[in-house]
């Protein structure tokens, strides 16, 4: 797998579009870096920029955007509502493929340490790179800011890991780590007070809140033993917050950093703002996404939401962001949009997915036309995925049928079953397609010298092996599917047996259409004993799917019969 990791600086500029500018050429100047947002801030005067690639040419593209800012910001004149320490404020690398934290960290390292060197510029590291104990927490280091950095940065316990022990006036100071996954995210509030928004972002964040004895603020701060204070800790793990006024909003904001989604994911936080603020008298009105977010994040969301409304949670993944979007008002000071917030879809090739985003008219005429693909191999995975569709259909509408409530989970679990069926064979419409241009790529390679007929033998070879597995792929999901089929059509709505019916029909013509791309593709295979295998495997999967379709056409006839 390719080494992936992503890289998120914050820079202390929100407002020069142009200065913002100058700082993405330099990141898109590197070749195998791929800039994915620019989130620029005005209240905060603070852009955060995500972009990602292998590790070398991530730390590169850092590398030029650090210096960049340096030449161009100048922390001297910056005011902005957002803590900040330098024109690079702080530059963390996340992992996302391929690579461990530690060796992440060892990547931010190199990095904070060429910036020290070559730009005179105090690094400190953090997070996971961190070399000195108590110095995990961005919090922590930037305590004191640009402003209050000049005296602190001569202290030996914060001498900077690189660069020099002072402070340099225009460029600041910035810090360099390695973290997991962090949501930047907003809860907006109907109110303008700071003092109220922090009151509740004490009450959620990890940290919580000083304990006061007697009056939650006029009251004398509790110490332990050692005289140090006590805190009251929040509601939320892995959470940081303050309250803040955003005059360009006119309103009020809980700023957090989620630091583990998987402790508190997005919509846990925004449920628990709401909880906290509704008991202040106080109202969440939507909330805000700073920079990218997983799409996993939002289809947990999604679900999380739809159960508490009691409704099936397996429809499409488009349907899942968009009761995401409205639940949490993500759109609420802006538009949300999917393709440009959720990072697996910024790093979608859409070449990938060249038929299955077609229309229907588009799609039959591309298979009419004189191309040979796509053929009928994706057909049959297309056809597979109507079939599941169609039992997906009937568990929804079961879900939602009078008089069933008491069933809704039952069948949202068949649904959401079903919709995974039809996303890995819509999956394997351009696959097969893909399959099959391999294989003509292959016989097009040079066929003149002993070494290339060699190779391009090897090649044909390989690729028409995947042509062949691809295939029985479809059929494996498509006899699969009709078992949740069956089901739909013995325990769902009776009123959509026959969508059912058709269902198992759609299936059948699925395996069997598969069935016949592998046998052609099996011919022209050298390996005798693994053709003879796989043919006896396709044998059995026809019986069973010729015998699954008879007992769910059996159902649907009597049940229609019936009526």
């Known amino acids: 797998m390719q080494q992936l990791i992503e890289c998120v600086p914050n820079f202390s500029e929100g407002v020069n579009l142009s200065i913002i ?40 593209a850092a590398y030029l ?100 022990a002072e402070m340099n006036i225009r460029a600041g100071a910035s810090v360099i780590g390695a973290r997991d996954f962090l949501i930047a995210y907003n809860v907006n509030l109907n109110t303008t007070s700071v003092r109220r928004a922090n009151s509740i972002a004490f009450d959620v964040r990890e940290r ?23 805190n009251v800790p929040g509601t939320l793990k892995a959470v940081k917050a303050i309250g803040w006024f955003i005059e360009e909003y006119g309103v009020a904001q809980i700023s957090m950093n989620l630091t583990n989604i998987r402790e508190t994911p997005v919509h846990i936080a925004f449920d628990e703002v709401c909880k906290k603020a509704d008991a202040r008298g106080i109202r969440v009105t939507g909330s805000e996404l700073v920079g990218l977010i997983p799409l996993q994040c939002m289809l947990d969301a999604g679900r999380y939401f739809l159960e508490k409304q009691q409704r099936s ?57 004189e191309s040979p693909a796509p053929g009928g191999g994706s057909i049959s995975a297309y056809v597979g995925a109507l079939g599941i569709a169609l039992a997906g259909m009937v568990a929804n509408l079961s879900s939602h049928k009078r008089g069933w409530d008491a069933r809704w989970k039952e ?51 390989a690729a028409t092996l995947h042509a062949i597995e691809t295939p029985f792929r479809v059929m494996q999901l498509a006899f699969e599917s009709m078992s949740i089929i069956q089901n739909m059509a013995v325990n ?52 069973q799917t010729t015998a699954k379709e008879t007992e769910i056409l059996s159902v649907v006839h009597n049940v229609i019969e019936g009526a």
Not at 33 to 40: G, I
Not at 102 to 107: G, I, L, P, Q, S
Not at 340 to 345: G, N, V
Not at 428 to 450: C, H, Q, W, Y
Request: charged residues 30%.
């Open 21 to 60: 500018k100058q700082i993405t050429d330099e990141i898109e100047s590197v070749e195998g870096v791929r800039l994915l947002n620019v989130d620029p801030g005005k209240a905060t005067n603070r852009t955060v920029v995500t972009f990602v690639g292998a590790p070398e040419p991530v730390i590169e």
């Open 65 to 164: 955007a650090i210096k960049k800012a340096a030449e161009i910001i100048d922390m001297s004149k910056h005011k902005g509502e957002h803590p900040r320490m330098g024109a690079t404020d702080v530059c963390p690398l996340i992992p996302v493929a391929g690579i461990s934290m530690d060796e992440t960290a060892e990547y931010a390292r190199k990095l904070a340490k060429r910036v020290g060197d070559n730009l005179e510029i105090p690094v400190y590291l953090y997070e996971a790179a961190a070399l000195i104990e108590g110095r995990n927490n961005l919090s922590e280091i930037r305590a004191g800011e640009y402003e209050g950095f000049f005296k602190k940065i001569m202290l030996p316990e914060w001498k900077p890991d690189f660069g020099p």
């Open 208 to 230: 919580g809140r000083v304990l006061r004895d007697g009056d939650p603020v006029t009251g004398k701060i509790v110490k332990d033993a050692d005289g140090n204070p006590v």
């Open 313 to 369: 949670t397996g429809v499409s993944e488009r349907e899942l962001i968009k009761i995401a979007v409205k639940s949490m008002g993500l759109d609420e000071l802006g538009a949300f949009e999917p393709e440009k917030r959720i990072i697996e879809y910024l790093l979608e090739d859409a070449s990938n997915e060249k038929l299955v985003q077609m229309s229907l008219k588009a799609f039959a005429e591309e298979t009419a036309s």
């Open 411 to 461: 069948f949202s679990d068949v649904a959401e079953n079903a919709a995974k069926f039809q996303k890995e064979l819509i999956r394997m419409v351009d696959e097969d397609t893909r399959a099959f241009n391999k294989i003509m790529d292959a016989f097009g390679l040079a066929n003149g010298s002993p070494e290339e007929k060699s190779a391009r033998k090897a090649a044909i070879q």
């Open 492 to 543: 769902g709505n009776p009123n959509s047996v026959s969508d059912a019916g058709v269902g198992a029909l759609c299936a059948r013509t699925a395996v069997f259409g598969a069935w016949l791309n592998v046998k052609i593709n099996c011919a022209g295979y050298d390996d005798k004993a693994y053709v003879e295998q796989m043919l006896k495997s396709c044998d059995e999967l026809i019986a």
